[in-house]
């Protein structure tokens, strides 16, 4: 079993900056292959906001290249998402996902951390 906890999330003005992090734990060792960051509205599903590969390869949404870079760190289990010049849609609950296995993977996500961003 794998536990993802984000953090990071909170309150910030149009044009603002905030920074998600994203550490995965297990009671046994185990293999990531690939970690995302998802967001979530009332009402909308959840949609990928940008991944990484285990071949460090990035993907991002149209709606948010150019202003968020997702990074990870293997070696500490992390994932993490800087956003930069926010805006008031950029509003959703921000989620780390991560594929874990090295041929079959099983996915699994974090509790959600809330980002608003306020015109």
């Known amino acids: 079993q794998v536990q993802l906890v984000e953090s990071g999330g909170g309150l910030v003005q149009a044009g603002g900056s905030l920074r998600l992090s994203c550490v995965a734990s297990?009671?046994?060792?185990?293999?990531?292959?690939?970690m995302a960051w998802h967001r979530q509205v009332p009402g909308k599903q959840r949609e990928l906001v940008a991944s990484?590969?285990?071949?460090?390869?990035?993907n991002y949404a149209d709606s948010v290249k150019g202003r968020f870079t997702i990074s990870r760190d293997i070696a500490k289990n992390m994932v993490y998402l800087q956003m930069n010049s926010l805006k008031p849609e950029d509003t959703a609950v921000y989620y780390c996902?991560?594929?874990?296995?090295?041929?079959?993977?099983?996915?699994?996500w974090g509790q959600g951390t809330q980002v608003t961003v306020s015109s």
């Open positions: 996902h991560a594929d874990v296995g090295l041929v079959a993977t099983i996915p699994y």
């Open positions: 297990g009671t046994t060792m185990f293999y990531i292959n690939a």
């Open positions: 990484v590969g285990g071949d460090g390869a990035t």
